[in-house]
């Protein structure tokens, strides 16, 4: 059973590496660079995590990585992307220190019951990892956020950015404004994502907790449903936080670069 898994999961890359350069072409191809860039860099951190690097560092230095990569890589030098990594470190630092302690208050992190009532994991792995669980928890937390947030900050930015290469007379709170408009637009379809993508992981899961009969007051206090939730609902915040935070970023690029910048992308 485990090599036809192994052939499912060649089958369905090379699937997808086809599609996105059928489709994608250049920029399909681009894309693919870049995933397998970013692949890269969590290969790395989950070696120097198991190495004993300060993770609080690694999740910084790692973050600023597959930001640059995924924006700069792709879309290139310019206002909007360097507004929109701007924007992504930024909220990443804005909620370093919330994610940290909501985690170690709540006790959320490592094994949960369902993990630590199978037996079948607690005999074919060691939970002897030498590893600080609360910085795994806070790592996982930042990372599931982060594509949310590159999203929106470079969607907001492209947005605010077109809009000013086509009318640059437009005020700062004009320009705010549009800025708002797109985050209302993307915000309520990106929270969504966000939401079905944790529902449709853990269909299973709701499918057994429904057979043993568990009552609603153990299931909103368990760890295992906290632990998903809080990621959900980080990444929620998060995209909320981008949209304020990408238009003062973007504006004062704008600012910064000026019209001669303007007629170089043109």
């Given at each position: 059973?485990?090599?036809?898994?192994?052939?499912?999961?060649?089958?369905?890359?090379?699937?997808?590496?086809?599609?996105?350069?059928?489709?994608?072409?250049?920029?399909?191809?681009?894309s693919?660079?870049?995933?397998?860039?970013?692949?890269?860099i969590?290969?790395?951190?989950?070696?120097?995590?198991?190495?004993?690097?300060?993770?609080?560092?690694?999740?910084?230095v790692?973050?600023?990585?597959?930001?640059?990569?995924?924006?700069?890589?792709?879309?290139?030098?310019?206002?909007?992307?360097?507004?929109?990594?701007?924007?992504?470190?930024?909220?990443?630092?804005?909620?370093?220190?919330?994610?940290?302690?909501?985690?170690?208050?709540?006790?959320?992190?490592?094994?949960?019951?369902?993990?630590?009532?199978e037996?079948?994991?607690?005999?074919?792995?060691?939970?002897d990892?030498?590893?600080?669980?609360?910085?795994?928890?806070?790592?996982?937390?930042?990372?599931?956020?982060?594509?949310?947030?590159?999203?929106?900050?470079?969607?907001?930015?492209?947005?605010?950015?077109?809009?000013?290469?086509?009318?640059?007379?437009?005020?700062?709170?004009?320009?705010?404004?549009?800025?708002?408009?797109?985050?209302?637009?993307?915000?309520?379809?990106?929270?969504?994502?966000?939401?079905?993508?944790?529902?449709?992981?853990?269909?299973?899961?709701?499918?057994?907790?429904?057979?043993?009969?568990?009552?609603?007051?153990?299931?909103?206090?368990?760890?295992?449903?906290?632990?998903?939730?809080?990621?959900?609902?980080?990444?929620?915040?998060?995209?909320?936080?981008?949209?304020?935070?990408?238009?003062?970023?973007?504006i004062?690029?704008?600012?910064?670069?000026?019209?001669?910048?303007?007629?170089?992308?043109?």
């Amino acid at each position: 059973m485990e090599k036809e898994w192994q052939k499912m999961i060649i089958f369905l890359t090379l699937v997808l590496i086809m599609l996105m350069v059928l489709i994608g072409g250049e920029r399909g191809a681009m894309s693919i660079m870049t995933l397998a860039g970013n692949i890269v860099i969590l290969f790395f951190s989950i070696m120097l995590m198991s190495a004993g690097f300060p993770v609080l560092l690694l999740i910084l230095v790692a973050g600023a990585g597959v930001c640059y990569i995924s924006l700069f890589y792709q879309n290139g030098n310019n206002p909007k992307t360097r507004a929109a990594f701007l924007a992504t470190l930024l909220v990443m630092l804005l909620l370093f220190v919330p994610i940290y302690i909501i985690t170690w208050r709540s006790g959320s992190y490592g094994l949960n019951e369902i993990q630590i009532s199978e037996d079948d994991f607690m005999y074919y792995y060691s939970t002897d990892l030498h590893i600080n669980m609360l910085h795994v928890g806070i790592f996982v937390t930042v990372f599931s956020t982060l594509g949310a947030v590159i999203d929106t900050a470079l969607s907001v930015t492209s947005s605010v950015y077109e809009v000013w290469t086509h009318k640059n007379s437009l005020t700062a709170k004009e320009l705010t404004a549009s800025g708002y408009q797109v985050g209302k637009e993307i915000i309520g379809t990106t929270v969504n994502t966000l939401l079905f993508a944790y529902l449709g992981g853990t269909i299973l899961l709701f499918s057994y907790i429904q057979t043993q009969q568990y009552t609603l007051e153990i299931i909103l206090n368990s760890q295992f449903l906290f632990q998903d939730v809080a990621v959900m609902l980080f990444g929620a915040v998060a995209c909320l936080i981008t949209v304020p935070v990408s238009i003062r970023c973007i504006i004062r690029q704008i600012h910064r670069t000026g019209p001669e910048e303007k007629q170089s992308d043109l």
